[in-house]
C-alpha cells in the first residue's frame, strides 16, 4: 500500500461512540486534568491546562457533541493539537483509543454518511466529522480538528 492510499488515525471515545483525527494534527495525549476555568466562555470549553510551562485551551468533546457532561476519570485525556490546526488548544476525550492505518477507500464522506442518524449527540459528531469509517466493530467518526474550534460557537 503506497502512503497516499492511507492515513493514520488516533482514535478515542466519548460514550461508546469511537472518533479520531488525523495523526498529523496530534502533537501528544496527555492526562493533565487540571483545568482553570474560563468564565463568560462558550460551554463546550473546558478551560486553560498549563503543560510545561505552555497554557492550551481545552475544550470538552462531549459538550461540543451536545452529550451531557461527564466528571474527569482516570481514563480522560487531553488530545493536544499541533499549531497548524490552531493555537495552543486540545480536546477532552472519554478515554483514548488506538491509532489506527486506514485506507482512504475506506472512508465514506460525511455527507453521504449522516443519513438516518437519529441521536443529536450521535448526529453532532457527523456535523463535526470529514467523513465516517465503517469497520467490522462499528463505525469510527473521523474528526477534521481544524473545525473543532470554530464549531464551538454554533448552535446544535
Known amino acids: ?19 479520531g483525527v488525523d495523526i498529523l494534527d496530534v502533537k501528544e495525549i496527555n492526562t493533565e ?3 482553570t476555568p474560563i468564565f463568560h466562555a462558550p460551554r463546550a ?16 468533546l462531549r459538550l461540543i457533541m451536545d452529550l451531557p457532561e461527564k466528571p474527569v ?13 490552531g493555537d495552543n488548544f486540545g480536546i477532552l476525550v472519554d478515554r ?25 449527540g450521535d448526529r453532532r459528531g457527523l456535523d463535526l466529522g470529514s467523513g465516517v469509517c465503517k ?12 473545525q473543532l474550534l470554530i464549531d464551538i460557537e454554533k448552535p446544535v
Open 73 to 85: 476519570d482516570e481514563e480522560s485525556r487531553l488530545v493536544l493539537f499541533k499549531p497548524e490546526v
Open 33 to 35: 486534568t487540571d483545568f
Open 96 to 120: 483514548i483509543g488506538d491509532v489506527m492505518e486506514i485506507h482512504r477507500e475506506m472512508v465514506e464522506d460525511r455527507r453521504k454518511a449522516d443519513e438516518g442518524v437519529p441521536e443529536a
Open 1 to 19: 500500500m503506497n502512503d497516499e492510499e492511507t492515513r493514520q488515525i488516533c482514535t478515542f471515545a466519548i460514550e461508546d461512540r469511537r472518533l
Open 45 to 60: 470549553v473546558k478551560g486553560y491546562v498549563n503543560i510545561r510551562g505552555q497554557i492550551h485551551l481545552i475544550l470538552d
Open 135 to 146: 469497520l467490522e466493530d462499528g463505525l469510527l467518526i473521523i474528526l477534521d480538528a481544524k
